[in-house]
C-alpha cells in the first residue's frame, strides 16, 4: 500500500540469526503515530511469574487505542484499553487543535484478595495503621482531557478512578512514585488581557483519600496593573462551597461556604537611580457559614478582616572583567552580578484567628523543618491559616556570568536566604537558612547543591548534591548524596555511562545508604546498535529495607525510527 500502510502478516523478528519474537499481524499507517508491540516477562515477589502486553491497534485520524493484557501467577488475569484521542484538527491536517485527551481503563481479578480479606493500611497522616476490606474486583478508569474551544477559553478534565487504596501500590508503581493520592477536577479559565475567571469543581472521587472538595468555586483574578500616578492594583476574590472529607471515620467531615475577597495596591519606584522599592497595601474580607468558636466543626457564620503592609526593597550591582580568558575553563570574559533584596510583611493579628477557622486551605506548612511560604499575598494561598505576620525575608544572590556561543552563561549561581520573625511563627526568631548553589565551570563539569540548616538544633535538615563530568564524549560519571535528618535518609547515588565504541554501550547506577553502608539498589545496562534495532540487557539488583530482595532481569528491543514499539524480555 505505498504512501499509505505497511502490513505485516506471520512475521518475525531477528537478532543476528536468532528468532525473538513473532508477529502474527502487524499494521503501521504511514501518515498516523507509528504502532507497536510491548510484552514484558518476568517474575516478582509479589506477583509470581508475570506476562505483560501491550499492543497498539490500527489508528485513525483521531484515535490512537493500546490494547493490554496481563498474567500474574499469585494475582491472576487483568486488562484494559487504553484510548489517546485529538479534537479538531490544525492547519496541516494533524488532529489536536481543539485539545486532546485519554482515557484509560483496567480491571482485574485479584487472586490474592479473593475471600475480601481485611488489610491493614498505613494512616496518610500520623503513625499506625487502620483496616479496609479490598474486594478481588479491582480497577481502574482515568480520563485526562484538554479542551480550547476559543482562544481566551482553556478546560481541563481529569478524572482518576480506583476500587481501593492499594491498587496503585500493587499495579502502577510509576504513577504511585508520581502522584500518591491522585486528584480529580474540572476547571475552565476564562482569559482576558486585565482579568481571568476561573470556575474549579473537585469532588471527593476516591472515599478512601483525604480530599478537600470546592463544589463549586468561582474566582476573578485581576493582575497587576497600572491605575494611574505611578499606582499598581491587583485582586482576587471567590465564592467556594467547602467539603473537608476524611479517609475514614475517625475524624468528623465538615463543610463551609467561603466568599472571598482581596484587595491591594503597589507602587513601584526606584530611588537614587539603583534601588528599586515597592510598598504595598491590602484588605481582605473572608466570609464563612461554619467555623469552629471551641475548637469543633459549628454552625456558627463568621466575618474575618484581614490587612496587609509590606515593603520589598532589592537592586542589582555588577562589575565586569572583559579581557579575561580561559580556553580550558571556556571563559570569555567575566561578569559579576549581586543582586541583594529584603522583603517585609505585616499581617496585624485579625479579628478571628486561624484556631477558629475551619482548616481548608492550609497553603504550604511553615516550621522550622519546611521550606518557607510566600510571605505576599496573593501569592500565599493558605486563606484559612491567614494569622499574625510580622516578618523580614532577606536574599542574597550573586551569579558569575561568562560568554559562550555569544551568550550570557551563568556559570556559578548561589542563593541564601531566610526568615525573621519579629512576630508570630510559634515565637521563633530564625527560620532554617537556606542555601543554594549551580556551578557549571565548563560544559563537562556540573555541580548543584541545595540545603537547610537549623539554628535551634544546630542540624542540617536537608542536603542535596550533585555532580556531573562529561569530559570526554564517550563516557559519563555522576555521583548524587540525599540527606534529610529525622527521616533516616542519606544515601549515595553513583553513576556512570561508557560508550565503548559505535555498537556497544555500557550503564550502572547504584544507591547506597551510608547509614549502615547497604546497597539498596544497583542496574547494570549493556546497549547493542543492530543498525536498525537497539537491544538493551539489564540486570537489577533490589534491596528494600522491608520486603526481601529481589534480582530482575530484562531485555529490551526498540526500533530506531519508532521507539514507541519495544519488546521486553524479563526471564
Same mark, same amino acid.
Given at each position: 500500500?505505498?504512501d499509505?500502510?505497511?502490513?505485516?502478516?506471520?512475521?518475525?523478528?531477528?537478532?543476528?540469526?536468532?528468532?525473538?519474537?513473532?508477529?502474527?499481524?502487524?499494521?503501521?499507517n504511514?501518515?498516523?503515530?507509528s504502532?507497536?508491540?510491548?510484552?514484558?516477562?518476568?517474575?516478582?515477589?509479589?506477583w509470581?511469574?508475570f506476562i505483560?502486553?501491550?499492543?497498539?491497534l490500527?489508528e485513525?485520524?483521531?484515535? @490512537?487505542?493500546?490494547?493490554?493484557?496481563?498474567w500474574?501467577?499469585r494475582?491472576?488475569?487483568?486488562?484494559g484499553?487504553?484510548?489517546?484521542?485529538?479534537?479538531?484538527? *490544525?492547519?496541516?491536517g494533524?488532529?489536536?487543535r481543539?485539545?486532546?485527551?485519554k482515557?484509560?481503563t *483496567?480491571?482485574? *481479578?485479584?487472586?490474592?484478595y479473593?475471600?475480601?480479606?481485611i488489610?491493614?493500611?498505613p494512616?496518610?497522616?500520623?503513625?499506625?495503621?487502620?483496616?479496609?476490606?479490598?474486594?478481588?474486583?479491582?480497577?481502574?478508569?482515568?480520563l485526562?482531557?484538554?479542551?480550547?474551544p476559543?482562544?481566551?477559553?482553556?478546560?481541563?478534565?481529569?478524572?482518576?478512578?480506583?476500587?481501593?487504596?492499594?491498587?496503585?501500590?500493587?499495579?502502577?508503581?510509576?504513577?504511585?512514585?508520581?502522584?500518591q493520592?491522585?486528584?480529580?477536577?474540572?476547571e475552565?479559565?476564562?482569559?482576558?488581557?486585565?482579568?481571568?475567571?476561573n470556575?474549579?469543581?473537585?469532588?471527593?472521587?476516591?472515599?478512601?483519600?483525604?480530599?478537600?472538595?470546592?463544589?463549586?468555586?468561582?474566582?476573578?483574578?485581576?493582575?497587576?496593573?497600572?491605575?494611574?500616578?505611578?499606582?499598581? *492594583?491587583?485582586s482576587?476574590?471567590?465564592?467556594?462551597?467547602?467539603?473537608?472529607r476524611?479517609?475514614?471515620?475517625?475524624?468528623?467531615?465538615?463543610?463551609?461556604?467561603?466568599?472571598?475577597?482581596f484587595?491591594?495596591i503597589?507602587?513601584?519606584?526606584? /530611588?537614587f537611580d539603583?534601588?528599586?522599592?515597592?510598598?504595598?497595601?491590602g484588605?481582605?474580607?473572608?466570609?464563612?457559614?461554619?467555623s469552629?468558636?471551641?475548637?469543633?466543626?459549628?454552625?456558627?457564620?463568621?466575618?474575618?478582616?484581614?490587612?496587609?503592609?509590606?515593603?520589598?526593597?532589592?537592586?542589582?550591582?555588577?562589575?565586569?572583567?572583559?579581557?579575561?580568558?580561559?580556553?580550558?575553563?571556556q571563559?570569555?570574559?567575566?561578569?559579576?552580578?549581586?543582586?541583594?533584596?529584603?522583603?517585609?510583611? @505585616?499581617?496585624?493579628?485579625?479579628?478571628?484567628?486561624?484556631?477558629?477557622?475551619l482548616?481548608?486551605?492550609?497553603?504550604v506548612?511553615?516550621?522550622i523543618e519546611?521550606k518557607?511560604?510566600?510571605?505576599?499575598?496573593?501569592?500565599?494561598?493558605?486563606?484559612?491559616?491567614?494569622?499574625l505576620?510580622?516578618?523580614?525575608?532577606?536574599?542574597?544572590?550573586?551569579? @558569575?556570568?561568562?560568554?559562550?556561543g555569544?551568550?550570557?552563561?551563568n556559570?556559578?549561581?548561589?542563593?541564601?536566604?531566610q526568615d525573621?520573625?519579629?512576630?508570630?511563627?510559634?515565637?521563633?526568631?530564625?527560620s532554617n537558612?537556606? /542555601?543554594?548553589?549551580?556551578?557549571?565551570?565548563?560544559? @563537562?563539569?556540573?555541580?548543584?547543591?541545595?540545603?537547610?540548616?537549623?539554628?535551634?538544633q544546630?542540624?542540617?535538615?536537608?542536603?542535596?548534591?550533585?555532580?556531573?563530568y562529561?569530559?570526554?564524549?564517550d563516557?559519563?560519571?555522576?555521583?548524587?548524596?540525599?540527606?534529610?535528618?529525622?527521616?533516616?535518609t542519606?544515601?549515595? /547515588?553513583?553513576?556512570?555511562?561508557?560508550?565503548?565504541?559505535?555498537?556497544?554501550?555500557?550503564?550502572?547506577n547504584?544507591?547506597i545508604?551510608?547509614?549502615?553502608?547497604t546497597?539498596?539498589e544497583?542496574?547494570?545496562?549493556?546497549?547493542?546498535?543492530?543498525?536498525?534495532?537497539?537491544?538493551t540487557?539489564?540486570?537489577?539488583?533490589?534491596?528494600?529495607?522491608v520486603?526481601?530482595?529481589?534480582?530482575?532481569? %530484562?531485555?529490551? %528491543?526498540?526500533?530506531?525510527?519508532?521507539?514507541e514499539?519495544?519488546?521486553?524480555?524479563?526471564?
Amino acid at each position: 500500500y505505498p504512501d499509505e500502510k505497511i502490513v505485516f502478516r506471520n512475521a518475525v523478528l531477528y537478532a543476528g540469526d536468532v528468532p525473538m519474537f513473532y508477529f502474527p499481524y502487524f499494521y503501521w499507517n504511514l501518515d498516523e503515530i507509528s504502532i507497536g508491540a510491548d510484552v514484558s516477562v518476568g517474575q516478582r515477589s509479589d506477583w509470581g511469574p508475570f506476562i505483560l502486553a501491550r499492543y497498539r491497534l490500527r489508528e485513525d485520524k483521531h484515535l @490512537w487505542p493500546i490494547l493490554k493484557l496481563d498474567w500474574r501467577k499469585r494475582r491472576g488475569v487483568g486488562g484494559g484499553v487504553d484510548l489517546d484521542y485529538g479534537l479538531g484538527y *490544525y492547519e496541516n491536517g494533524k488532529p489536536g487543535r481543539l485539545g486532546s485527551g485519554k482515557v484509560e481503563t *483496567y480491571y482485574a *481479578y485479584d487472586e490474592l484478595y479473593r475471600g475480601d480479606p481485611i488489610t491493614p493500611i498505613p494512616r496518610p497522616d500520623r503513625p499506625g495503621s487502620y483496616n479496609v476490606t479490598i474486594s478481588p474486583d479491582r480497577y481502574r478508569l482515568k480520563l485526562v482531557q484538554r479542551f480550547d474551544p476559543f482562544e481566551d477559553i482553556e478546560t481541563k478534565l481529569k478524572v482518576d478512578k480506583l476500587s481501593d487504596p492499594k491498587l496503585l501500590e500493587d499495579f502502577f508503581e510509576r504513577d504511585l512514585q508520581k502522584d500518591q493520592y491522585p486528584d480529580s477536577f474540572f476547571e475552565t479559565q476564562k482569559y482576558n488581557e486585565n482579568w481571568t475567571l476561573n470556575l474549579v469543581v473537585r469532588p471527593q472521587v476516591n472515599r478512601f483519600f483525604t480530599t478537600t472538595e470546592h463544589l463549586p468555586d468561582l474566582s476573578l483574578n485581576v493582575p497587576r496593573q497600572p491605575i494611574g500616578a505611578g499606582f499598581f *492594583y491587583d485582586s482576587e476574590s471567590s465564592a467556594v462551597l467547602l467539603g473537608k472529607r476524611f479517609y475514614d471515620d475517625s475524624q468528623q467531615d465538615f463543610n463551609s461556604v467561603r466568599v472571598d475577597t482581596f484587595h491591594q495596591i503597589t507602587y513601584p519606584a526606584k /530611588w537614587f537611580d539603583w534601588l528599586n522599592v515597592v510598598p504595598k497595601a491590602g484588605t481582605r474580607g473572608t466570609f464563612y457559614t461554619h467555623s469552629r468558636p471551641q475548637g469543633a466543626p459549628a454552625d456558627t457564620s463568621l466575618v474575618r478582616a484581614v490587612y496587609n503592609l509590606g515593603v520589598e526593597f532589592s537592586t542589582k550591582v555588577h562589575r565586569t572583567w572583559p579581557g579575561v580568558q580561559n580556553k580550558t575553563l571556556q571563559i570569555d570574559g567575566l561578569r559579576h552580578l549581586f543582586e541583594p533584596s529584603i522583603n517585609y510583611a @505585616w499581617v496585624p493579628k485579625p479579628n478571628h484567628e486561624p484556631r477558629e477557622i475551619l482548616p481548608f486551605d492550609t497553603g504550604v506548612p511553615s516550621s522550622i523543618e519546611d521550606k518557607l511560604r510566600p510571605i505576599d499575598f496573593p501569592q500565599d494561598v493558605g486563606i484559612d491559616t491567614i494569622g499574625l505576620r510580622n516578618v523580614f525575608r532577606p536574599t542574597l544572590r550573586n551569579r @558569575w556570568q561568562t560568554k559562550r556561543g555569544g551568550e550570557p552563561y551563568n556559570f556559578l549561581d548561589t542563593i541564601i536566604y531566610q526568615d525573621l520573625n519579629v512576630e508570630g511563627n510559634n515565637h521563633r526568631v530564625f527560620s532554617n537558612l537556606f /542555601w543554594g548553589a549551580d556551578f557549571m565551570p565548563t560544559s @563537562w563539569l556540573q555541580l548543584s547543591y541545595d540545603s537547610q540548616y537549623n539554628y535551634y538544633q544546630n542540624i542540617i535538615r536537608e542536603s542535596n548534591v550533585r555532580v556531573l563530568y562529561q569530559y570526554f564524549k564517550d563516557w559519563e560519571i555522576g555521583i548524587s548524596h540525599r540527606f534529610l535528618h529525622g527521616e533516616e535518609t542519606n544515601e549515595i /547515588w553513583p553513576s556512570f555511562k561508557w560508550r565503548l565504541n559505535e555498537d556497544w554501550a555500557f550503564r550502572t547506577n547504584q544507591r547506597i545508604s551510608t547509614v549502615d553502608g547497604t546497597l539498596r539498589e544497583s542496574i547494570y545496562s549493556i546497549d547493542r546498535d543492530l543498525s536498525s534495532w537497539i537491544v538493551t540487557a539489564s540486570f537489577r539488583y533490589l534491596n528494600p529495607t522491608v520486603d526481601a530482595k529481589e534480582y530482575q532481569f %530484562w531485555i529490551i %528491543w526498540t526500533l530506531k525510527e519508532f521507539p514507541e514499539a519495544t519488546i521486553q524480555y524479563y526471564p
